[in-house]
């Protein structure tokens, strides 16, 4: 009896001295449990440096992994950077002064920030007209991110003064100063500047590719490579116009997740984004091409991926209420779902005079290439690979070339609006 008792206090004392282990483990400073936030603090007393033409946005932190810093073009350019395991110091606390920003300076107009779940943080540095990112780096601690900039701080007055107060046009030397009523008066060159106009940004993603290949037809005509070479055909016709900047989410036969699709699209800041695929059907009479906007039963799930990728969009949802921020969500939405319904109205025309379509040829569907809710989209089915004819027809370079005339038609009749 002894004995058993013997055993069973050992037991106890093996399975207590195990569970009080545990307990050191999850209390321990490197432990998930108790794993401390890394605090962000301001370089050298000083957020901002800035020089000639440039300006130096500097923050200190010890954090694992580097920051992920990415720039977003477009109307609104900006610099997104994000902290994993990170919060503000308390020198970035007392200077925010309870505010979700910090005013800018030279090249940054304003430097946001809000809280990304429970151990992560995110600033969004928004960039002045004119303003370029150049780099950043991490090192040593410190993230530095520089952006050049319009400097107007060193402009020299055009003008001396004389003796007697009266302003003297600075000329270049052996320029005759011009008189008016014993005034001078300086001879200005006429304005080389030209006039720049934003080009369009068309995002061309093309279906499928890598370990996907999609469609396979009679033929073995394989989808991928057909949607690749429609998208690079569309793209030399688009360049050879001049008129647009284009982006290929893949340029060779990889695989592209569906959300590094649209985030591509996103970075680019685009205008419009086209997906190209070739459709398949057991049945091999159905033929012709078919246009897809987003339905409106899909858009629901706008605000999860919004909310699940953390994306920035033109409005600020870190200082608004979960149902105001779903409101801005749904009329950036409606903008952009306006905007695909009308691409897809000019499109489906112009497609009628290269192309059989289907029937119906305006559909909607969730595809999730179609959700980002700030970049007007559609998806375009080129034809029916399980149709003999459209098979034929799609791997032929003539017909492809024919077909992508069609839609740099529609590109420019939607932005000619």
Request: charged share 25%.
């Amino acid at each position: 009896m002894t004995l058993i008792l013997l055993t069973l206090r050992l037991s106890l004392l093996v399975r207590l001295s195990a569970l009080a282990m545990v307990l050191v483990g999850l209390m321990a400073p490197g432990s998930t449990a108790y794993a401390r936030m890394s605090k962000i603090s301001i370089y050298e007393d000083s957020l901002y440096i800035s020089e000639t033409g440039r300006t130096h946005l500097r923050l200190q932190v010890n954090v694992k992994s580097a920051p992920n810093v990415f720039f977003m073009a477009g109307d609104k350019p900006r610099i997104v950077i994000d902290f994993k395991g990170a919060e503000l110091g308390k020198a970035l606390v007392k200077q925010a002064d309870g505010k979700t920003y910090f005013a800018g300076s030279g090249g940054i107009t304003k430097l946001r920030f809000a809280r990304r779940g429970e151990r992560d943080i995110r600033f969004v540095a928004d960039m002045a007209q004119g303003a370029k990112y150049l780099s950043h780096s991490y090192a040593n601690e410190i993230l530095e991110v520089v952006i050049s900039y319009q400097d107007g701080s060193k402009d020299v007055s055009p003008y001396t003064v004389r003796a007697g107060g009266l302003p003297t046009p600075r000329l270049k030397p052996g320029l005759r100063v011009q008189t008016r009523g014993g005034i001078p008066v300086p001879r200005l060159k006429t304005s080389r500047r030209k006039h720049f106009v934003k080009k369009p940004i068309i995002v061309i993603d093309p279906g499928h590719g890598g370990r996907d290949p999609g469609a396979v037809g009679a033929a073995r005509v394989i989808e991928e490579h057909v949607t690749l070479k429609a998208a690079i055909e569309l793209r030399k016709q688009l360049l050879a116009g001049g008129k647009y900047k284009v982006v290929l989410t893949r340029t060779r036969d990889i695989y592209v997740d569906h959300d590094k699709r649209v985030l591509i699209a996103r970075k680019a800041g685009a205008d419009l984004f086209i997906s190209l695929h070739a459709d398949s059907l057991k049945s091999s009479t159905a033929r012709g091409a078919s246009v897809y906007t987003l339905s409106s039963r899909a858009e629901a799930r706008t605000h999860k991926i919004v909310k699940g990728q953390n994306w920035v969009l033109d409005v600020d949802l870190a200082s608004t209420s979960a149902p105001v921020g779903n409101i801005l969500v749904d009329l950036a939405q409606r903008k952009t779902l306006t905007r695909s319904e009308r691409f897809s109205d000019i499109l489906i025309p112009e497609l009628k005079k290269s192309s059989k379509l289907l029937n119906n040829t305006h559909r909607r569907a969730g595809f999730y290439v179609l959700l980002a809710p700030d970049v007007p989209a559609v998806l375009l089915e080129m034809g029916f690979l399980s149709n003999p004819q459209d098979e034929k027809l799609l791997n032929t370079a003539a017909h492809r070339k024919k077909l992508m005339k069609s839609v740099v038609r529609a590109i420019d009749k939607y932005f000619a609006q």
